[in-house]
């Protein structure tokens, strides 16, 4: 039992991380164009 002092701090730290790093992904508009990145690949420049 004394490895869950360690272990919950550490998943909530982990869990806060990814958050944030979500929330900065949405700031930074990488959700922004789905349909374009989809048509991109189609496209064949030379």
């Known amino acids: 039992m004394d490895i869950m002092i360690f272990l919950i701090p550490a998943a ?10 979500f929330f900065w992904s949405l700031r930074a508009g990488q959700y ?15």
Not at 12 to 21: N, R, S
Request: charged share 30%; net charge negative.
């Open 12 to 21: 909530v730290f982990m869990g806060a991380v990814g958050l944030a790093g």
């Open 32 to 46: 922004e164009d789905l349909e374009g990145a989809k048509h991109r690949i189609l496209i064949d420049d030379e």
